[in-house]
T-cell receptor
Framework: KNQVEQSPQSLIILEGKNCTLQ??????????LRWYKQDTGRGPVSLTI?????NTKSNGRYTATLDADTKQSSLHITASQLSDSASYIC???????????FGAGTRLTVKP | EAGVAQSPRYKIIEKRQSVAFWCNPI?????LYWYQQILGQGPKLLIQ????????DSQLPKDRFSAERLKGVDSTLKIQPAKLEDSAVYLC?????????????FGQGTRLTVV
């Protein structure tokens, strides 16, 4: 069973709308949680990194939240643009090796 | 700053053939990762190096996959012999260290098709 579960699997929204992607994890002991954006045919690009003590982190129109007690994270995208169409991958690292455990991703499509 | 370089970008081979992928991490990055990403799935770690030592290769199919990072800089991943299920994108990533706040940077990947 994957230790990082993401939902929804795919999402279609209209340009300019907001959306929220979810990530639940069972990885323990927790080290950090990252959100990556992966365009088709490209490698993942980091959006945010959060450690245990951080519960929110913003990067432009992207805001990630972390609830380490419930082991949940969300990525909120504001005022979506066509270029936001991509897969968004939640990655959780565990102590002590801090190896990254990847979710399967949410495929976001932004339509005009 | 130059990113993580991978080659080739694409490779098509027949099953039972051998193939090798190359990765040159960002200069100064001690930690190097190889991932396998099957279409529609998230990347799966194959092997993690810290300098030229292996930190984690628990998910590497060692009967057919091998990887090395002899001088602690660039790395090669080899598959011998390839199977149809090895068709995937092979991603290389590097980071300064495996610290909790340290960015990991990914290359564009090598797309392998086994026919």
């Amino acid at each position: 069973k994957n230790q990082v579960e993401q939902s929804p699997q795919s999402l279609i929204i209209l340009e300019g709308k907001n959306c929220t992607l979810q990530c639940n994890y069972t990885v323990s002991p927790f080290s950090n949680l990252r959100w990556y954006k992966q365009d088709t045919g490209r490698g993942p690009v980091s959006l945010t990194i959060m450690t245990f003590s951080e519960n929110t982190k913003s990067n432009g129109r992207y805001t990630a939240t972390l609830d380490a007690d419930t082991k949940q994270s969300s990525l909120h995208i504001t005022a979506s643009q066509l270029s936001d169409s991509a897969s968004y991958i939640c990655v959780v690292s565990a102590m002590p090796r801090r190896d990254m455990r990847f979710g399967a991703g949410t495929r976001l499509t932004v339509k005009p | 700053e130059a990113g993580v370089a991978q080659s080739p970008r694409y490779k098509i081979i027949e099953k039972r053939q051998s193939v090798a992928f190359w990765c040159n991490p960002i200069s100064g990055h001690a930690t190097l990762y190889w991932y396998q990403q099957i279409l529609g799935q998230g990347p799966k770690l194959l092997i993690q190096f810290q300098n030229n030592g292996v930190v984690d290769d628990s998910q590497l199919p060692k009967d057919r996959f091998s990887a090395e990072r002899l001088k602690g800089v660039d790395s090669t991943l080899k598959i011998q012999p390839a199977k149809l299920e090895d068709s995937a994108v092979y991603l290389c990533a590097s980071s300064l260290d495996p610290g909790p706040k340290t960015e990991a940077f990914f290359g564009q990947g090598t797309r392998l098709t086994v026919v």
